[in-house]
């Protein structure tokens, strides 16, 4: 069974940094994309940052404009993800999920989410 087993999050100053980690598990044979979203209290999650795995566009990241220059998607080698959140405001506070788009072996293509952690920034 493919899983996300998220990391990190908890309570920061406005200004401060957080990082969010995120790994797989399970027998999977191709990873699309993996990112993160996140969700308010009221809101629809909404997306904040991905970086595509399949040649030809692995590496390429995108970011929400909310935070493009403050936050950093990354990945390494063992396809753990990883959110760097730096110059961090109150209004990112939320509940961030890892995400990935990923076909296990097999089965089909299918997205996946982490079980959420909670960032909170204090003014």
């Known amino acids: 069974q493919v899983r996300l087993v998220e990391s990190g999050g908890g309570l920061a100053q406005a200004g401060g940094s957080l990082r969010l980690s995120c790994t797989p598990t399970g027998n999977i044979a191709m990873i699309n994309a993996m990112g993160w979203h996140r969700q308010t209290p009221g809101n629809q999650r909404e997306p904040v940052a991905t970086?595509?795995?399949?040649?030809?566009?692995?590496?390429?990241t995108q970011y929400a404009d909310s935070v493009k220059g403050r936050f950093t998607v990354s990945r390494d080698t063992k396809n753990t993800v990883y959110l760097q959140m730096n110059s961090l405001k109150p209004e990112d506070t939320a509940v961030y999920y890892c995400t990935m788009y990923a076909m296990p072996s097999g089965g089909g293509w299918g997205d996946y989410w982490g079980q959420g952690t909670q960032v909170t920034v204090s003014s």
């Open positions: 970086i595509a795995s399949l040649v030809g566009t692995d590496g390429i």
